[in-house]
C-alpha cells in the first residue's frame, strides 16, 4: 500500500499546465495528487501531460467529483487550507506526514464555504500588495517545501 508523505488537493483547477506541474512536484516528493472536479481541462490534455513531463507515468493521483468524496476517500487527517483571505501564515502551522494541503482554483482560490469554521488550519503565504496572488505551482511549491522542512523529509528525497 502506498503510503503518501502528503496529499496535496488541487480544488477545482482550470488550468492543465498547473495542474501538470503540480504532479511533478508531487512525484518529487512522493506526495498523492487529488484533483476535486469540476477541472478546466480534460484529464487526457496534451498540455497537463506535457507540463508534468515524462514524469505523470510515476504520479500517484485520484480525481474525486465532490468536496464530500474527497473528506471520504482521505479519511480523517489533518487538512490545511491555503488563501489569501487567511490570517494566519504558512509558516506558523505544524505540518506532519499525510497531512493534506488544500489549494483553490486559479481564478476563485478556495470557496468561503470550505473555509468556514478553520481559521486555524486557514494559511496564507505573504506577498506584495502589488500582485493579486501567487501562481498556483508556485504556491504547492512553497508549501510542501515547507512542510518537508518541518519534518525532515527532506533529508528521504537525497
Known amino acids: ?3 503518501p508523505i502528503l496529499h496535496i488537493v488541487l480544488y477545482e483547477p ?4 498547473n495542474a501538470g506541474s503540480v504532479g511533478r512536484t508531487c512525484v518529487a516528493i512522493g506526495a498523492k495528487l487529488w484533483l476535486v472536479r469540476p477541472l478546466g ?3 487526457d490534455d496534451r498540455r497537463l501531460k506535457r507540463a508534468g ?3 505523470w507515468q510515476y504520479l500517484v493521483w485520484e480525481i474525486v467529483d465532490n468536496y464530500p468524496m474527497l473528506l471520504e476517500r482521505l479519511g480523517p487527517r489533518p487538512m490545511w487550507f491555503f488563501s489569501k483571505r487567511a490570517s494566519r501564515l ?3 502551522a505544524a505540518f506532519q506526514p499525510g497531512d493534506a494541503l488544500v489549494f483553490g ?7 468561503p464555504s470550505l473555509l468556514e469554521g478553520q481559521a486555524e488550519r486557514a494559511l496564507r503565504i505573504p506577498i506584495s500588495q ?3 496572488s501567487l501562481n498556483l ?4 511549491g512553497v508549501a510542501v517545501y515547507e512542510a518537508l522542512r518541518q519534518f525532515r523529509g527532506l533529508r528521504s528525497l537525497q
Open 137 to 140: 505551482t508556485v504556491s504547492v
Open 41 to 43: 481541462f480534460q484529464i
Open 130 to 132: 502589488r500582485v493579486r
Open 1 to 3: 500500500m502506498y503510503d
Open 14 to 17: 482550470e488550468i492543465p499546465f
Open 90 to 92: 504558512y509558516t506558523e
Open 53 to 55: 513531463l515524462d514524469y
Open 105 to 111: 482554483s486559479e481564478t476563485r482560490g478556495l470557496p
